[in-house]
């Protein structure tokens, strides 16, 4: 398995997978838009040419937010959420950002474990955040510290 920043010929299935996983999913054109942006920065677990997961953030000043994160059904608990997550903290550690925030739903548990696992703490609480269906979001937070 290889990890490393997304390819514009990733992002159909990447959008495939965002379709199957999220009810409000980014589509393959939003996707493939943030090859583009100098804020984001999307990283790709693959076997050859199939996508496994991803992770896609973007950073301004100092603070990165996690935009999104997933691994294909067939390929989970196999360790590569937490592969992508600790990726992109070397990466963003090396460029200088101090702390990545994400929101998570409240009751999704695999994406709880899997943040709190790696150390990221709760810091506030967004009433009816999502919607499909209505439900609060937890921010979590991760302070990066330089080696
Ligand atoms: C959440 C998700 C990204 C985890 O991906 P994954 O590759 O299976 O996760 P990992 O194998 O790296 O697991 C790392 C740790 O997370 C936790 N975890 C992951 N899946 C879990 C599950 N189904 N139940 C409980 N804990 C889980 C465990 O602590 C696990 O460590 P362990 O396997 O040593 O016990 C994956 O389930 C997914 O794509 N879900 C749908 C999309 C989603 O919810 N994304 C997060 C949006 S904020």
């Known amino acids: 398995m290889t990890i490393a ?6 992002a159909a299935q ?9 009810s409000l999913p980014w589509d393959e054109a939003s ?16 076997e050859g040419e199939t996508v496994l ?20 059904p067939d390929a989970r608990r196999r360790g590569i ?19 990545i925030t ?3 739903r409240a009751s999704n548990e695999p994406a709880r474990a899997l943040y709190e696992g790696l150390g990221y703490v709760r ?13 609060d979001a937890l921010i979590l937070q991760k302070e990066l510290v330089k080696p």
């Open 53 to 72: 997961g991803y992770v896609g953030s973007q950073t301004a000043f100092d603070d990165t937010d996690i935009l999104n994160v997933c691994v294909r």
């Open 102 to 104: 994400l929101e998570v």
């Open 81 to 99: 959420a937490r592969t992508l997550l600790c990726a992109l903290e070397d990466h963003l550690i090396r460029s200088g950002t101090a702390r």
């Open 5 to 10: 920043p997304m390819r514009g010929t990733q």
């Open 14 to 22: 990447i959008a495939a997978l965002e379709r199957e996983t999220f």
């Open 31 to 46: 996707v493939r838009a943030e090859l583009d942006n100098p804020l984001s920065l999307w990283l790709v677990a693959a």
């Open 123 to 135: 810091v506030g609480l967004r009433r009816g955040y999502y919607e499909k269906p209505r439900e």
